[in-house]
């Protein structure tokens, strides 16, 4: 039990405690903390440790897994016993006094394609008479960089991309302009922490010794200009524009009873992608609103190839991963229509577009539209573990 | 004319100038330096400015064409006017007692594919029976990202990576080792220096205000991993194994002797890709040997789409481009044989190995095998700007 003042139904008890970076509550100069109910515990306050070069919490993910287990018994150590409350509490800020900013540096970003029913029900918008998953879909996880770059935090606003929407017309000119077909995607992220070795690989066993923990993410996506563009090198400006990220970072240690085994697999893996021994699957029911109103409840439990499938693919060819770098899971999709993580597949491809409770009806996104994604999963003692949210609002074209 | 005394024929005289950053030559720290000849100025230790925080150019960069011009004129003053000689001679270093790192941070890493002779050569290999071009290449300079953690400089070795090399056997595994289809891909890399703003457009006319300089890049690929993996979202682990670049950075102010018209359109331009104004066509002529030999020399004046052209496009979309970010060519492959820019080309994805001086042939890299790319531009009053080299050597699969 904590000391600290937990609102009902937080998700960010003492089970949880994820770490961020803040701007902001009375105090100089950027901060790492831990969130805690709807206070955030300023690391540096209570530790007497310098502020400088703090501006992500790269410098300490680097540190890696003991450091992260240390730091978490202490944070639990200073909010459960009574005898720290004195010395700890004037370093608990409200959350709505600081900026939570982008917490990592996002040293590269990955995004992968791992939800069967996404990317099967891509595969029928796109290729209806052929088979709807790719020939390697099952075999690997297939992912592909992006611009690391414009991974932005929660909360600020995604500026409607205009790009080439199309072929050429009469004119020989490809149509340009804003983007008509602007979409969200609701992904996981997974942040690596300690960095891996140049040739190293990392097996799926030894995921919770590289990635430290997990955000959400909306990797915004404007899909005329990406169905124009993505032969043959992959999707480009049409995702390049904006990703966003939650700011609290859920460590790996706090979703322990989350953990659950993945789909059956329909393929045979290689072993460097066999998971049995102690799979990644988690069950984290991912919840996308606009404008307020729940439009799709994915379920992460759903996905075909865990984080850890991924990270063993990543680095299987000795490229290493970096302290503060994102890879994300892609969007993430469940069987049925309601658990659909993207407007493309909800809406199927703007031919059905979506009522929404206000009598307007969204075949993608329009300008003003706010997007929020939130998620939770089950912790220890029947407690939730909250993972905050990511918001975005659109605004229109320059 | 410099006080330096110059190697004959170097291509690192008075009105070169490229930036670096070294280690070594008996001073501690890393250091911003200036090649000349076969010597490199210390900047830090010409002007007194401290070390630290010096690791990578991008903290000069930043600064902007007014910095960079101002740095270009005081090195000029310094290493052509005999007054300055016994001041600034005692920081020149021999350019073999230092260790030449990775300039730059490398903040996003993208890669185009903006030859037309390589387009259509690797569109026939693999499409043969369709238009050796996709439909959109005539209409925008197509690309994507890459791995920013594993560009490194010059003369780091390259592991051959091991992966998934093709569908699956009778097994229903893919077959999984070292990649048999190691090439090189022989590029121009271009570095950003001054930022962009997010959701400005950098129009081509602006190349030269973000743009700092121009290095060499070679990008190698498996391309038996490619070939599997690439569709539909492009490729990854193929080319996420190592970039390499070359270490000292070609100011674009002593490529304006090299500047020329790019070949004609074959399709009508959208208005921010028209460049006839002042178009950044260049006469670099790339050199790409193995084990010493010449196999090809891409000429990079027959490039279609041009690097002012490619930044363009890549923040078109509002996606602004950071310090010390690096955008590649993509192969450079003029219309002859001998004038490709990868074995994919010059050996027709290994069905006709090339015969090499010593006996040998290669259908693609053996281990053991240096592959060296160097290049040179036309300069001021006949001098020849040099670029150095990438080099890198193929070492055995772990």
Redesign the interface.
């Known amino acids: 039990m904590t000391w600290v003042e937990l609102p009902d139904g937080t998700g960010f008890g003492i089970d949880n405690l994820p770490l961020g970076v803040v701007l902001g509550g009375g105090r100089p100069g950027i901060r790492h903390a831990v969130r805690i109910g709807d206070s955030v515990l300023d690391l540096h306050g209570v530790t007497g440790l310098p502020v400088h070069a703090t501006r992500t919490l790269d410098s300490f993910l680097v540190a890696g897994p003991d450091a992260w287990r240390d730091l978490r018994e202490q944070v639990t150590e200073w909010l459960t016993d009574e005898r720290h409350r004195a010395r700890v509490e004037p370093h608990l800020l409200p959350l709505a006094a600081v900026q939570a900013l982008r917490p990592i540096g996002v ?2 970003y990955v995004d992968f ?1 791992s939800s069967r029913a996404h990317a099967e029900n891509v595969g029928r918008l796109f290729r209806p008479d052929g088979d709807p998953l ?3 879909w099952l ?2 996880p ?9 991974v932005q935090v929660s909360g600020a606003p995604v ?1 409607r ?4 929407i199309g ?2 017309g009469d ?4 149509p ?1 302009g804003p983007t008509r077909r602007l979409d969200l995607e609701a992904e996981l992220g997974f942040v690596v922490g300690a960095p891996s070795e ?2 190293e690989r990392v097996p799926v066993e030894a995921f919770g010794e590289h990635v430290f923990g997990v955000c959400l993410v909306n990797d915004w996506s ?1 899909r005329d ?1 990406q169905a ?10 049409g995702k ?2 904006a990703t966003s990220m939650s700011p609290w970072i859920v460590p790996l240690a706090a979703l322990e009873a989350a953990r659950v085994p993945p789909p059956p697999r329909d ?4 072993p ?1 992608l066999r998971d049995d021994a102690a799979p990644w699957g988690l069950d984290v029911e991912l919840e996308v609103r606009i404008n307020g109103e729940v439009v799709s409840r994915p379920p992460f439990r759903d996905m075909y190839w865990t984080a850890a499938q991924q990270l063993a ?2 680095t ?7 302290a503060g ?1 994102l890879f994300a899971s892609g969007t993430v999709s469940g069987a049925a229509r309601e658990q659909w993580g993207s407007l493309l597949e909800l809406t199927a491809n703007g031919t059905r577009p979506l009522p929404l409770a206000d009598g307007s009806t969204r075949a993608f996104l329009e300008d003003g539209d706010t997007v929020c994604i939130t998620a939770s999963a089950p912790g220890p003692h029947g407690a939730r573990i909250g993972f905050g949210e990511v918001t975005g609002r659109v605004l229109p074209a ?1």
């Not at 991309?161 to 080439?164: A, L, S, V």
């Not at 004119?171 to 490809?174: Q, R, S, T, V």
């Not at 393929?267 to 290689?270: D, E, G, S, V, Y």
């Open positions: 040293a590269d394609y790719p020939p390697n075999h690997l297939i992912g592909y960089h992006g611009r690391a770059g414009t500026v991309p205009c790009g080439q072929p050429p004119d020989g000119l490809p340009f140049p040739g404007a200009l124009w563009e993505y032969q043959p090198l992959g999707p480009f400006l390049s524009f393929a045979a893996l290689l460097y693919h990543l299987v060819n000795g490229a290493p991963v970096l770098e320059r």
